[in-house]
């Protein structure tokens, strides 16, 4: 069964340093999204990103944050100059079509800690 | 704004008992209802959905009910075993709130003893 992976499994950085998490969606998938899960806490919805641009954005995607699909296979989430507060597990997740009518299947995550 | 509730954790259970896991919602339109499993150190299943009222969604034994009523969606299994020890996350996507996210409740942990 086709699967979205994600790279890498852990990233350990300092904070004020930039981070690049990478994804591969599902191949036919048009829908690409980011959350994120602070540790214990609740899955938080970070992006959506359809047809080459951001379709939709929580408050939590601040400036700091930005997304690419450089190549029509990877879905990279930017961050730019990491803070303590960033510090979670990163899901990437596609669908065929928008999450109310489809499935959303999941990456296994990043682990992002930042020192 | 759209919401999702659901039973804290952590539930704890032996193994063949019947399982209950509330879910209500707010929704300013009619939501997707979705409920995801996180087993330890992995992401994020889908592992039933229900897209209508009266819609019963059902997976591997789980099902759970569209009550638009009561906006409800809680999950149910008649027999659990140690396998079913995950996280379980209520989630809806809302259509007409452009439906391009998926909002998560809290996540209730469930441990099923033998």
């Known amino acids: 069964e086709p699967e979205v992976t994600q790279t890498p499994s852990h990233q350990v950085t300092q904070m004020g340093q930039e981070v690049i998490l990478r994804c591969v969606p599902i191949s036919n998938h048009l829908y690409f999204y980011w959350y994120r899960q602070i540790l214990g806490q609740k899955v938080e919805f970070l992006v959506s990103?359809?047809?080459?641009?951001?379709?939709?954005k929580s408050e939590i995607f601040d400036d700091q944050f930005s997304v690419e699909r450089p190549d029509g296979s990877n879905f990279t989430l930017k961050i730019r100059s990491t803070k303590l507060e960033d510090s979670a597990m990163y899901f990437c997740a596609s669908s065929a079509r928008e999450p109310s009518t489809d499935t959303q299947y999941f990456g296994p995550g990043t682990r992002l800690t930042v020192l | 704004g759209n919401s999702v509730t659901q039973m804290e954790g952590p539930v704890t259970l032996s193994e063949e008992a019947f399982l209950t896991i509330n879910c209500t919602y707010t929704?300013?339109?009619?939501?997707?209802l979705f409920w995801y499993v996180q087993y330890p150190g992995e992401g994020l299943q889908l592992l039933l959905k229900a897209t209508k009222a009266d819609d019963k969604g059902s997976n591997k034994g789980f099902e759970a009910t569209y009550r638009k009523e009561t906006t409800s969606f809680h999950l149910e299994k008649g027999s659990v075993q140690v396998s079913d020890s995950a996280v379980y996350f209520c989630?809806?996507?809302?259509?007409?709130?452009?439906?391009?996210?998926?909002?998560f409740g809290a996540g209730t942990r469930l441990f099923v003893k033998a």
């Open positions: 990103f359809y047809n080459n641009e951001i379709s939709e």
């Open positions: 929704a300013t339109g009619y939501p997707s």
């Open positions: 989630a809806l996507s809302d259509p007409h709130t452009g439906g391009f996210k998926t909002i």
